[in-house]
């Protein structure tokens, strides 16, 4: 028996009047639900827009733009003992009083006669009169067990199906996915390559997790090698990823001047570890309607978990958290904070969680408080040692040679750095000449950057060196500002 149709079985021997199930995949819900009835002796029937009322592997009255009728004739006319309503997508009546003022008669009415109304949903949006009325269930995504068992029913033939670690490496790939996104991911990888792979699974995942909105996979082909520095900041998270233990590792918060790499970090730690990075993005969950912005977080958020083990990272976060605590938005953003507080507190999957911020002061304090990550991390403007490091990688990626001057790079970032190199690569010029279009955000932010540094200051593990971030324990020179004398250069 599935885990949904024990928690159906139990909610209707309870006397629940009405569940909901919340399921992108109605067909396999209503399977579920079918088989269920069957094995309990319960009477059962369905309804939806298109068939209207009708017996399972029968036809239906066609009247399914009339849900009134089947609301109040029950799930099956003159039955004795318990009774199912199955009414598939009837959130799309839930805003006519007729209908809402029936699906309350039927509640009340349910726990004595034995009949129980099950409603299967993508979304629901409850009206008050019925909100504590419904039981709402989730229909999980499918584990690895179940996907293996899709995998070898679509590979029937010698040689499909790959074993071993090849095996893992499918199901992990395909872990996220719906059963019907699976069966269609290991057909496509069927008809490319003959086989299961899974890096056709791969790119199958890429889309449907752009389609779903707020979640996309961040593919990086490049480890700590390419990102010279944050040395403390990479040993920490590769013990923490790597080390066998009973506890599981939460994540970290990135503090740090923008272009100091905190974006790519969090894409080579996902390469280093062999683990898929999903960006969430935020921006991207909200919706129009009531409720809407919330829901999609969940579903994203029950997407990662199903994807464990896996790294969520979630960039600038103050930004998109930006109206926490105000009442413009009628607290969509405070329930959204709320809501990913709740998880990253709670959550029990092998999933680690990265986090970035330019502006601490502008997130919640409830963000860095202990257990919500394993640490809080800052990035300072890198050291001499660490621009040496810096300069060296991105010379090598644009065929730089050593020999050739390098330009004055006080003040500068990695991306600066890096941006120096790309365009000496793209318009044929030496360094110091490309230099001269540079203008390092230190200069602009000097004053922003300070401030940064003064939160951080006992608050923060340093990115570069073990220990707590201090100010006095590598002091920086003022950004030197051109003179506006008559005669200066």
């Known amino acids: 028996m599935t885990q949904l149709s024990q928690r159906v079985r139990e909610l209707v021997r309870a006397g629940f009047p009405a569940i909901g199930i919340r399921s992108y995949e109605s067909d396999e819900v209503l399977r579920e639900l079918v088989e ?12 939806d827009i298109e068939q209207g009322v009708r017996s399972p592997g029968a036809a ?18 003159g039955a004795t003992g318990t009774q199912l309503l199955v009414l598939e997508n009837l959130h799309r009546f839930l805003d006519s009083p007729e209908v809402v003022q029936a699906l309350l008669a039927a509640t009340r009415i349910g726990k004595q006669s034995g009949r129980h109304l099950v409603f299967v949903s993508p979304e629901f949006r409850l009206p008050p009169e019925l909100s504590r009325n419904v039981t709402l269930i989730d229909h999980g995504l499918p584990d690895r067990t179940q996907l293996e068992t899709i995998a070898r029913e679509t590979a029937t033939e010698p040689g499909e ?30 008809v490319r390559h003959r086989r299961l792979e899974a890096e056709a699974i791969w790119s199958v995942k890429s889309q449907a997790l752009a389609n779903a909105g707020g979640l996309r996979l961040r593919e990086s082909t490049s480890d700590f090698s390419a990102i010279g520095g944050l040395v403390h900041l990479k040993e920490f998270c590769r013990e923490a990823l790597t080390r066998r233990s009973r506890a599981l590792p939460r994540g970290v918060l990135l503090l740090g001047v923008p272009g100091s790499g905190k974006s790519a970090f ?18 991207g969950l909200m919706g129009s309607l009531v409720g809407q912005t919330e829901q999609r977080l969940r579903e994203a958020l029950a997407i990662v978990d199903a994807m464990a083990p896996a790294i969520l990272f979630v960039d600038e976060l103050e930004k998109g958290l930006s109206g926490a605590g105000s009442s413009s938005d009628g607290g969509v953003t405070g329930r959204l904070l709320g809501t990913l507080l709740t998880w990253l507190n709670d959550h029990t999957t092998d999933v680690f969680a990265i986090a970035t911020a330019n502006d601490i002061t502008r997130l919640p304090p409830e963000f860095t408080r202990a257990e919500r990550f394993d640490a809080v991390f800052f990035l300072d403007l890198p050291e001499r040692s660490e621009k040496d490091a810096i300069w060296a990688i991105h010379r090598a990626t644009f065929e730089i040679s050593d020999s050739e001057q390098q330009p004055d790079d006080h003040g500068w970032t990695g991306a600066e750095i890096r941006a120096c190199c790309r365009l000496a690569a793209l318009l044929g010029r030496p360094l110091t000449e490309t230099a001269a279009s540079i203008v390092p955000i230190a200069r602009g932010a000097e004053d922003a950057i300070e401030r940064l540094r003064q939160w951080a200051d006992g608050r923060c593990l340093a990115a570069s060196s073990r220990g707590i971030y201090r100010r006095e324990s590598a002091p920086r020179r003022r950004m030197r500002r051109p003179s506006l004398e008559p005669g200066s250069n």
């Open 60 to 77: 239906g009255t066609g009247d399914g733009l009339d849900p009134l009728s089947a609301i109040r004739t029950g799930a099956t006319d």
């Open 161 to 190: 199906i790959p074993e071993g670690l090849d095996l893992e490496r499918l199901l992990d790939a395909a872990a996220g996915l719906t059963r019907a996104e699976a069966e269609n991911a290991f057909a496509l990888s069927l």
């Open 36 to 47: 269920l009835a069957t094995s309990e002796a319960w009477e059962c029937r369905l309804w």
């Open 266 to 283: 969090a894409r080579a730690l996902g390469r280093e570890t062999r683990r898929p990075v999903l960006e969430l993005d935020i921006g």
